[in-house]
């Protein structure tokens, strides 16, 4: 049986759309939904097998992509958010009533992803948000219980959907991060 990585993708990658420029997020309540609007389309999606991000039910892998923070509005029933733990470095906002993360942010403005917040897009009814274009933190996956010795199952299963593992983020990320500490760490020698 083929391994499972995320219900958006197991059947190939999403495409998206010319032009698209956003849409809604709503959580897994029956009504009374929390809604989030992005007026942007999302960049650097991806398939994460950390044990932070939110998983819909059964899948391996969450799928998360990134959009400008000022392009993040909650548009409905903003009193259900709560904080999932105020003390990570990635903020996530869950629905208290179905459990559901609605976007993750970045409060630290010495964070390299600082003014980007992240958010899973098969939480849309809209079709045309970027496709996921790698696989990180794979190994995280053991951590939620997926047997060591089917691993080789995953990373097959991720390159046959045309997304790369890795076991951090992907290498323009990591270049990324490592130019911003750079940089922070050349501002501190010139103070």
Same mark, same amino acid.
């Given at each position: 049986?083929?391994? @499972?990585?995320?219900?958006? #993708?197991?059947?190939?990658?999403?495409?998206?759309?010319?032009?698209?420029?956003?849409?809604?997020?709503?959580?897994?309540?029956?009504?009374?939904?929390?809604?989030?609007?992005?007026?942007?389309?999302?960049?650097?999606?991806? #398939? &994460? *097998? &950390?044990?932070?991000?939110?998983?819909?039910?059964?899948?391996?892998? /969450?799928?998360?992509?990134? #959009?400008?923070?000022?392009?993040?509005? #909650?548009?409905?029933?903003?009193?259900?958010? +709560?904080?999932?733990?105020?003390?990570?470095?990635?903020? =996530?906002?869950?629905?208290?009533?179905?459990?559901?993360?609605?976007?993750?942010?970045?409060?630290?403005? /010495?964070?390299?992803?600082? *003014?980007?917040?992240?958010?899973?897009?098969?939480? /849309?009814?809209?079709?045309?948000? @970027?496709?996921? %274009?790698?696989?990180?933190?794979?190994?995280? !996956? !053991?951590?939620?219980?997926?047997?060591?010795? =089917?691993?080789?199952?995953? =990373?097959? =299963?991720?390159? %046959?959907? *045309?997304?790369?593992?890795?076991?951090?983020? /992907?290498?323009?990320?990591?270049?990324?991060?490592?130019?911003?500490?750079?940089? +922070?760490?050349?501002?501190?020698?010139?103070?």
């Amino acid at each position: 049986m083929t391994v @499972s990585i995320h219900p958006a #993708v197991d059947h190939g990658l999403p495409v998206a759309a010319p032009g698209f420029s956003g849409g809604k997020l709503h959580c897994r309540c029956p009504d009374n939904k929390v809604e989030v609007t992005l007026h942007a389309q999302t960049a650097h999606n991806h #398939v &994460c *097998g &950390c044990t932070k991000c939110w998983k819909p039910e059964g899948a391996n892998f /969450s799928m998360v992509a990134v #959009v400008p923070r000022d392009s993040l509005e #909650v548009t409905a029933n903003a009193d259900k958010l +709560q904080p999932v733990d105020p003390n990570a470095a990635i903020i =996530r906002y869950a629905c208290k009533q179905c459990g559901t993360h609605m976007y993750g942010r970045i409060e630290n403005t /010495s964070h390299p992803f600082y *003014g980007l917040d992240f958010v899973h897009t098969e939480l /849309s009814d809209e079709t045309g948000w @970027s496709p996921p %274009e790698f696989a990180a933190f794979v190994s995280s !996956i !053991i951590e939620s219980g997926f047997p060591p010795e =089917r691993m080789g199952e995953v =990373r097959s =299963r991720l390159k %046959e959907l *045309g997304l790369e593992p890795y076991d951090c983020l /992907s290498p323009p990320l990591m270049d990324l991060i490592a130019s911003h500490t750079a940089k +922070q760490k050349a501002q501190a020698a010139a103070a």
